[in-house]
């Protein structure tokens, strides 16, 4: 067996030997080091494993510290003048290295291989001898054609302990496609499934979402309501692959859940937070234009919502994610993250459209009446996402809430400038969403089109807030100001981006500027479209709320919001007479105040 093995220590440009240090486990070229070897198999010289010549910390590297293991495996890429880089296996790009007096890490960082990437092989020392069980199982993974085959035979025969050294090191080499097989053993075989989630204990998808997932195909049981730790916070904080390699366990899940048959056709996804006044509405529309379903995420909710969110996932209309964020976050990418790549239910639906609460999907009366045509006509021409442009709803010169439907109270709009987009995708092929475009699984690219059915883009993952405008068939009926008083009430809760979840409602000066240019009828259009949906949303809202607990958390909310108007109204105007905005805005925002006291 030992003449199957390439084994070589690295030196770099530099003259330096590359080693892990002693202290932290990060590689490194310094005096201070630990030496390290390159191993691989002769079957495959492209796939290398770093190990310590002697008892080591546990390896990472800069930009790659997802998981940290005695063994660590990089892609062995050839470089000029007969040298080799290392590229991370999940990304692309290669591991670093400064001069030796500036004394700093290795860094996987560098999208390119130039001279600072680029390794010389040397003769590992004589004595050196790897351990017996490592060679049987690189010889056992790799040489058989490190494939989802091979690693899964190796799984089930290993004994703990060594799985827990190098199945990560393994995973790390699967591609995508070998991922997607070994997701299918690891959903269809129990015992597999149990073996990896155990040498895995420091990755929470291996040992959350893949179980969870599993355990859910079985009966497929749809479930109301979902409450997460403070635990799960580091979610709205991570890299899901944007800017450096996404996590192992995310790309292994979102390979997996790509194998799920939907058996169910569209529904939204939403974020929400103090807007309960609209949930009715919002809920009722949705279920009139024919989506299935509505997953609802939230976090600390300080107007009555809560309980007008209970009452509609007790009774099936919703489910209710409540992502109960305790630390400072990115509130948001928490709430997109649980429902991508955490939850299995929302895999049942084929169509994920992602909004907010002010945010309301319109299709085209003329043409369509409900959303299942339309999305069945975007999959027929091939579509794995859809963008639908902004229409940015005016405040019509209203300046106080009513309790009438959003969508019978504000007839105007901005002109048709924004380029903004919101998407549905195919739920299965996305384990992650920004807020306007999916996140595609690890290493997939998919066909976007407008919704007129034009083509738009078929790129990997990249945030695309903008799309080519187009309010042809279908679009999303943006009322992001509103009236006056409901704009000052969404300028008093912190945004979902990030910040601290705990933060108390305190009006901040935001968009006023924008807020003042649009208020009234002189920079702005009528927009009509959606009143010939008004009888069909008014009695859908009726039938809401012949139901006793949902009419009474509806009526809950919508009193806090009459008790708590007031005060903030006092503190919005002189919070934005003593902020940043020119005269003319201050101006202008004045005169509305004014207008506002008088009525």
Same mark, same amino acid.
């Given at each position: 067996?030992?003449?199957?093995?390439?084994?070589?220590?690295?030196?770099?440009?530099?003259?330096?030997?590359?080693?892990?240090?002693?202290?932290?486990?990060?590689?490194?070229?310094?005096?201070?080091?630990?030496?390290?070897?390159?191993?691989?198999?002769?079957?495959?010289?492209?796939?290398?494993?770093?190990?310590?010549?002697?008892?080591? !910390?546990?390896?990472?590297?800069?930009?790659?510290?997802?998981?940290?293991?005695?063994?660590?495996?990089?892609?062995?890429?050839?470089?000029?003048?007969?040298?080799?880089?290392?590229?991370?296996?999940?990304?692309?790009?290669?591991?670093?290295?400064? =001069?030796?007096?500036?004394?700093?890490?290795?860094?996987?960082?560098?999208?390119?291989?130039?001279?600072?990437?680029?390794?010389?092989?040397?003769?590992? =020392?004589?004595?050196?001898?790897?351990?017996?069980?490592?060679?049987?199982?690189?010889?056992?993974?790799?040489?058989?054609?490190?494939?989802?085959?091979?690693?899964?035979?190796?799984?089930?025969?290993?004994?703990?302990?060594?799985?827990?050294?190098?199945?990560?090191?393994?995973?790390?080499?699967?591609?995508?496609?070998?991922?997607?097989?070994?997701?299918?053993?690891?959903?269809?075989?129990?015992?597999?499934?149990?073996?990896?989630?155990?040498?895995?204990?420091?990755?929470?998808?291996?040992?959350?979402?893949?179980?969870?997932?599993?355990?859910?195909?079985?009966?497929?049981?749809?479930?109301?309501?979902?409450?997460?730790?403070?635990?799960?916070?580091?979610?709205?904080?991570?890299?899901?692959?944007?800017?450096?390699?996404?996590?192992?366990?995310?790309?292994?899940?979102?390979?997996?859940?790509?194998?799920?048959?939907?058996?169910?056709?569209?529904?939204?996804?939403?974020?929400?937070?103090?807007?309960?006044?609209?949930?009715?509405?919002?809920?009722?529309?949705?279920?009139?234009?024919?989506?299935?379903?509505?997953?609802?995420?939230?976090?600390?909710?300080?107007?009555?919502?809560?309980?007008?969110?209970?009452?509609?996932?007790?009774?099936?209309?919703?489910?209710?994610?409540?992502?109960?964020?305790? #630390?400072?976050?990115?509130?948001?990418?928490?709430?997109?993250?649980?429902?991508?790549?955490?939850? !299995?239910?929302?895999?049942?639906?084929?169509?994920?459209?992602?909004?907010?609460?002010?945010?309301?999907?319109?299709?085209?009366?003329?043409?369509?009446?409900?959303?299942?045509?339309?999305?069945?006509?975007?999959?027929?021409?091939?579509?794995?996402?859809?963008?639908?442009?902004?229409?940015?709803?005016?405040?019509?010169?209203?300046?106080?809430?009513?309790?009438?439907?959003?969508?019978?109270?504000?007839?105007?709009?901005?002109?048709?400038?924004?380029?903004?987009?919101?998407?549905?995708?195919?739920?299965?092929?996305?384990?992650?969403?920004?807020?306007?475009?999916?996140?595609?699984?690890?290493?997939?690219?998919?066909?976007?089109?407008?919704?007129?059915?034009?083509?738009?883009?078929?790129?990997?993952?990249?945030?695309?807030?903008?799309?080519?405008?187009?309010?042809?068939?279908?679009?999303?009926?943006?009322?992001?100001?509103?009236?006056?008083?409901?704009?000052?009430?969404?300028?008093?809760?912190?945004?979902?981006? #990030?910040?601290?979840?705990?933060?108390?409602?305190?009006?901040?000066?935001?968009?006023?500027?924008?807020?003042?240019?649009?208020?009234?009828?002189?920079?702005?259009?009528?927009?009509?479209?959606?009143?010939?949906?008004? =009888?069909?949303?008014?009695?859908?809202?009726?039938?809401?709320?012949?139901?006793?607990?949902?009419?009474?958390?509806?009526?809950?909310?919508?009193?806090?919001?009459?008790?708590?108007?007031?005060?903030?109204?006092?503190?919005?105007?002189?919070?934005?007479?003593?902020?940043?905005?020119?005269?003319?805005?201050?101006?202008?925002?004045?005169?509305?105040?004014?207008?506002?006291?008088?009525?």
């Amino acid at each position: 067996m030992a003449d199957n093995f390439l084994i070589h220590t690295l030196r770099t440009v530099h003259k330096s030997l590359v080693g892990v240090c002693s202290h932290t486990g990060m590689l490194q070229a310094s005096p201070d080091i630990i030496p390290i070897v390159l191993i691989r198999h002769s079957s495959r010289p492209d796939l290398g494993f770093l190990m310590g010549t002697t008892d080591s !910390p546990l390896l990472s590297c800069e930009n790659d510290k997802d998981l940290r293991r005695p063994l660590l495996s990089y892609r062995v890429v050839p470089a000029k003048s007969g040298k080799i880089a290392l590229r991370n296996p999940l990304w692309e790009h290669y591991i670093s290295v400064p =001069p030796i007096q500036h004394n700093k890490p290795m860094v996987c960082d560098r999208p390119y291989v130039a001279e600072w990437e680029s390794f010389i092989l040397e003769d590992a =020392p004589s004595d050196l001898i790897l351990p017996l069980k490592l060679r049987e199982a690189i010889q056992e993974v790799v040489s058989e054609g490190m494939n989802a085959i091979s690693l899964k035979k190796w799984c089930l025969s290993s004994d703990s302990i060594n799985m827990n050294k190098w199945l990560v090191a393994f995973l790390r080499l699967l591609t995508r496609d070998g991922m997607e097989h070994f997701g299918k053993f690891l959903l269809e075989n129990s015992v597999l499934r149990e073996r990896v989630r155990l040498a895995v204990p420091d990755d929470y998808w291996i040992n959350t979402a893949l179980p969870e997932l599993a355990n859910w195909k079985e009966d497929r049981r749809p479930i109301k309501s979902f409450r997460f730790s403070v635990t799960t916070d580091f979610l709205g904080r991570i890299d899901y692959g944007e800017r450096t390699a996404p996590p192992l366990g995310l790309a292994l899940t979102g390979q997996t859940r790509r194998l799920i048959e939907p058996n169910k056709r569209a529904c939204i996804l939403a974020t929400a937070r103090d807007e309960g006044i609209y949930l009715l509405e919002w809920v009722a529309w949705h279920r009139m234009i024919g989506f299935d379903h509505i997953f609802i995420c939230s976090n600390n909710n300080t107007d009555g919502s809560n309980e007008l969110l209970s009452a509609l996932s007790h009774h099936g209309f919703i489910t209710w994610i409540d992502t109960n964020p305790q #630390s400072y976050t990115r509130i948001q990418r928490k709430a997109y993250a649980i429902a991508g790549s955490v939850i !299995p239910q929302i895999l049942d639906y084929r169509w994920t459209l992602v909004i907010d609460l002010d945010e309301m999907l319109a299709i085209d009366h003329n043409y369509y009446k409900n959303v299942s045509t339309f999305f069945d006509l975007q999959e027929a021409r091939g579509a794995d996402a859809v963008t639908f442009s902004w229409a940015m709803m005016a405040p019509d010169s209203q300046l106080r809430h009513h309790d009438a439907p959003m969508a019978a109270r504000f007839l105007r709009r901005e002109p048709p400038k924004n380029e903004l987009v919101k998407t549905a995708f195919q739920t299965r092929l996305a384990p992650f969403a920004h807020a306007h475009n999916p996140h595609w699984a690890w290493q997939r690219s998919f066909r976007t089109l407008d919704a007129s059915g034009s083509l738009l883009h078929t790129e990997k993952s990249e945030i695309q807030a903008h799309g080519r405008k187009s309010e042809n068939n279908a679009w999303i009926a943006h009322y992001f100001h509103k009236s006056l008083e409901e704009f000052v009430w969404k300028c008093s809760r912190p945004r979902g981006g #990030s910040g601290d979840p705990r933060s108390a409602r305190q009006f901040t000066a935001r968009f006023v500027d924008v807020f003042t240019e649009f208020f009234d009828e002189e920079n702005t259009l009528p927009d009509r479209r959606l009143e010939p949906f008004m =009888p069909a949303l008014e009695e859908e809202m009726r039938r809401l709320r012949l139901i006793p607990d949902i009419r009474i958390a509806d009526e809950n909310v919508r009193k806090k919001f009459r008790d708590e108007i007031s005060d903030l109204m006092e503190q919005a105007h002189g919070s934005v007479m003593n902020s940043h905005y020119d005269d003319v805005v201050k101006e202008k925002w004045n005169n509305i105040i004014m207008k506002y006291k008088k009525n």
